[in-house]
Structures are given as C-alpha cells and as structure tokens.
C-alpha cells in the first residue's frame, strides 16, 4: 500500500431519459476506475427535476447497470436532500455570493449574450437592479466576487492534468433555479462532498462545470476530488452518442435479448482506442 486510500467515484445519472452507450460508458469508467483499486463505485439518482424525473426510470437505470455486469452502492437520490442545498444556498447569499436574476431566456438573447461553452454567457443585467419582487428569481454566482474571495484556484484532471480554474467561458451561472432549490451545479457539488466522492469521473462535455464545483469547493468549504474527464464515444457522423434519442436505449438492447457484459466488453476496448 502506498498510503492513497481507494477511490470512491459515482454514476449520477438523471432519470429524465433512458440510458444510451454514452452513459453505459460513464458509468462503466467509474466502476472499472474505483474497482481497479479496490474503491468504492456508488450510484446517485439525480432527480432533482422533479416534473421531469420518473421513479420508473431510476428501476430501468438499475437493471441496465446490472445487465451491464456492474455492482454498486447505491447513495440516497438528490430528492431527499433539497435541506442541504437550500442550507448552501442561504450562506452564500448571506455572503452576497449570489443574487437574483428574474430575466428570460429572451430577455438575456437580446441583452446581446455571447455565446459560451455552455449556452449563452448571462450579461449581468440583473447583477446591478433590485429584482421585481412580482417575477420568479433564479440565483446566480456572481463570479467575480467569488474569484475576488477565492483567489486563483487549480483542479487536478486524471488524463489532462492541473487545470487553472476560469469562469469566463461559464460567467455568472444560475446556482438555485426558479423552479427548484437547487441547480445540477450546486446540488452535484454538496452531493459529491456528502457522499465521500473522491475522484469525480463524467464525460469530457462536462468539463467546464468542474470549473463551477472547484469555486463552489471553496466557498464552501469542501473537500477537493480529483476528476477524470473521459473521452465521448461518437457515432460515424461525429455526434455524440450520449445525446443521440435515436440510437436504441440500454434497455431496448437488454430487453432484445442482448448479451450486455459483451457490451462493456466492447465499450472498454473502444474507450481504451479514444486514450482511456
Ligand atoms: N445528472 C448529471 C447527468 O446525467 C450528472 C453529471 C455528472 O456526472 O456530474 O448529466
Ligand atoms: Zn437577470
């Protein structure tokens, strides 16, 4: 033993959809990363979005994940812990590390947003304005205060290496939606820090958030995970397989009589041809 203690990594999959290859590969790196050294791989039901989450769902995610040959401990889901994001997100505002923003998605369109890596980049207009109490809020991080309290920060990505924490192609990102107590951001944070999550392994289209959780770490207090940003599997024609509806569910496979360990076999042999 060199003193590392075994890593605990998760599948965090949000029960809006059926699985597809994409997430069979997320979920198979996580298991193979923790199980390489005797970690532990836990599986987190992301149903914040409470509309949108089906408990049906969740059972289909589990029998996929046992078709595929994994083994898991299963945390309890983001619905059961709406308290600690509502708790966070008290002591940031206290702090005036967040503040209200009652815009539109048109409102900021034409605000004249730039784009950014994920969406438009919000332009600050609710940041100097005292909101309309009459109109639901979302709150977002402003940023540069919590850069101005957090001074430079670094993460550590298992494939790419150090990474210099940057906001700019994020900007003020909403922390607790209108709609709910929380954002995937702020819950996914708490989250991985409640569960013990010390190495953070999601597909590389994520890897701009991590820059997110890395902030809120700080602010909060947290404790710091290594990441791993895995490469995505992509179709023939460049897309990528997570986001592709088309292509048959998990489920439809396993319910077609497919033999789902051959499966990871192949997803491991194709993950390791795209550099792990
Ligand atoms: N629920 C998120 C998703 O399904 C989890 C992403 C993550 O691993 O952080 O995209
Ligand atoms: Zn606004």
Redesign the pocket.
């Known amino acids: 033993m060199n003193g590392v203690p075994p890593p605990v990594t ?5 029960p809006n959809g059926r699985l597809h290859l994409g ?1 069979a590969l ?1 979920a198979i790196v996580a298991h193979d990363l923790a199980r390489a050294s005797g970690g532990r791989f836990l599986l987190r039901i ?1 149903d914040i979005d409470g509309p949108r989450s089906r408990a049906e769902l969740a059972e289909e995610f589990r029998r996929d994940l046992a078709w595929l040959g994994l083994t898991w401990e299963e945390v309890p889901a983001q619905s059961t812990r709406l308290s600690s994001y509502a708790a966070a997100a008290e002591a940031l505002r206290a702090r005036g590390l967040i503040y209200p923003c009652t815009c539109t998605r048109k409102e900021i369109e034409d605000a004249g947003a730039r784009p950014g890596l994920e969406g438009l980049i919000y332009p600050g207009t609710c940041k100097h304005r005292a909101p309309d109490p009459a109109r639901p809020a979302a709150w977002r991080l402003d940023a540069a205060k919590a850069l101005a309290e957090t001074g430079p920060l670094t993460w550590e990505d298992a494939l790419a290496g150090p990474q210099q924490v940057d906001l700019s192609g994020l900007g003020d990102v909403v922390l607790v939606r209108k709609d709910l107590p929380a954002s ?1 951001h702020l819950a ?1 944070t708490l989250d ?1 820090a409640a569960d013990g999550v010390t190495l ?4 590389a289209d ?1 890897c701009a ?1 991590s820059h997110v959780h890395r902030t809120l770490q700080a602010l909060l207090g947290l404790p710091v995970p290594r990441w791993h940003h895995h490469p995505l599997l992509m179709g023939a024609d460049g897309e990528k397989l997570a986001k592709r509806r088309r292509s048959p569910a998990l489920a439809e496979r396993r319910e077609a009589g497919e033999d789902g360990q051959m499966l990871a076999a192949q997803l491991r042999v194709q993950h390791l041809a795209l550099g792990t």
């Not at 998760?10 to 949000?14: E, I, N, Q, T, V």
């Not at 953070?200 to 597909?203: D, E, F, I, L, N």
């Open positions: 998760r599948f965090a999959p949000s997430h997320s992301e995937y996914v991985d953070v392994t999601r597909g994520l958030a």
